[in-house]
């Protein structure tokens, strides 16, 4: 218990030692060189109300995925509390902002839907859909864009295609994969056979014929969901709709700064669309939040729509869409260890 729990400890100081190197880099990186006096200034005279409307925007994206969590698990026949569900969302977009490609938000979602007594196999088929749809969005913005090739949106874009060409694919890949796992349980029974005995043969895992019975168990749980959401093709394709209305919310943020410095000229679809092929293409690298990169595309690719104003855009726009959505999702994590994390666990998994 002692080692697991300081392999634990070790890998959590490392995680935040690596984003706060990140961080650090990233701040350097977007004021290096810069008067800082006319950042603020510029800031100081943009229109507070647009930025109230921002927040509501992310609230509204964060509660998107709440909506569809609280939906799927209703129509498979698993009661869920709203209120919790909000919390899971919360809690997801927390970690996901704070480890390398998001890869912590779904393994604490699941920890929490646990102790609400959800089964592991479903709130695992889930939230892989959940995660499918999220992507598969972005896969839609960025072959649509590719494809029709919208000239003001192609002109942005010049100087970044090659992380677009990349972020598409990585996207399309992990899909693919995801799909792969959800509606073809044979082979997710098979690979995850395959990682239980080799990792018996270390001698990792003991006991492999009670771990091999207890999975097994759980798969069937797996199948039955997968069975049932493959047969229900309707209840995957309302939450595509949901998800492309949750994306949009994140987007349109970026409008909203656009108008708060009091600028036109440039339309609301070009602004969301160049803010949806930044998400493309950093959604799969292994950066907590995209930091970092998000910055950098977006200084290449917003410089003929801010203008001089672009570093204070960004500040902002990052600001409202990444910082505010880690710190409202920050507060709402610890209300969840306050609220469902102190149960005891629940035997059901």
């Known amino acids: 218990m002692k080692a697991g729990f300081t392999m634990s400890r070790n890998k959590k100081i490392l995680n935040a030692v690596f984003v706060l190197l990140i961080f650090g880099l990233t701040i350097f990186y977007v004021f290096h060189g810069e008067d800082l006096g006319k950042i603020a200034a510029a800031i100081e005279h943009s229109n507070l109300y647009y930025w109230i409307a921002a927040v509501i925007s992310i609230l509204f994206f964060i ?8 939906y799927m698990m209703n129509t498979f026949g698993q009661r869920t509390q709203l209120t919790h569900c909000f919390l899971y969302s919360f809690v997801g977009f927390f970690f996901s902002c704070i480890t390398p490609s998001a890869t912590g938000g779904q393994p604490m979602q699941i920890y929490f839907m646990k102790k609400d007594r959800i089964p592991v196999a479903v709130s695992t088929v889930i939230l892989m859909i959940v995660t499918i749809t999220y992507k598969f ?11 029709l090739k919208p000239e003001p949106v192609m002109e942005y874009l010049r100087p970044v295609t090659g992380w677009m060409h990349l972020g598409i694919a990585l996207n399309i890949f992990s899909v693919t994969a995801m799909c792969l796992l959800v509606f073809h349980p044979t082979l997710a029974t098979k690979i995850m056979l395959s990682i239980i005995n080799f990792l018996c043969k270390l ?9 091999i019975k207890k999975f097994e168990g759980i798969m069937e749980q797996y199948r039955n969901v997968s069975t049932y959401f ?20 994140y987007f349109f943020v ?11 000229g440039t339309g609301m679809i070009t602004i969301v669309l160049l803010q949806g092929m930044i998400s493309v ?5 292994p950066l907590p939040g995209g930091m970092g990169i998000s910055e950098r595309l ?10 001089a104003i672009t570093v204070p855009a960004l500040i902002v726009t990052r600001g409202l869409s990444f910082y505010t959505e880690l710190l409202v999702s920050a507060i709402f ?6 609220t469902i994390g102190k149960r005891k666990d629940s035997k059901i998994s």
């Open 63 to 70: 509660g998107g995925e709440s909506v569809i969590i609280h």
């Open 137 to 147: 969005v972005l896969v839609i913005i960025g072959v649509l864009v590719l494809i």
């Open 203 to 211: 001698h990792i895992l003991k006991d492999k014929e009670y771990r």
């Open 230 to 249: 493959w047969t229900h093709i309707n209840v995957i394709i309302n939450v595509l709709l949901i998800t492309i209305v949750q994306r949009f919310f």
């Open 254 to 264: 970026t409008w909203l700064v656009y108008k708060s410095f009091g600028l036109q």
């Open 281 to 285: 293409a950093v959604d799969m690298l």
């Open 298 to 307: 977006f200084l290449e690719m917003f410089v003929p729509v801010f203008g």
């Open 333 to 338: 994590t610890v209300v969840a260890y306050i």
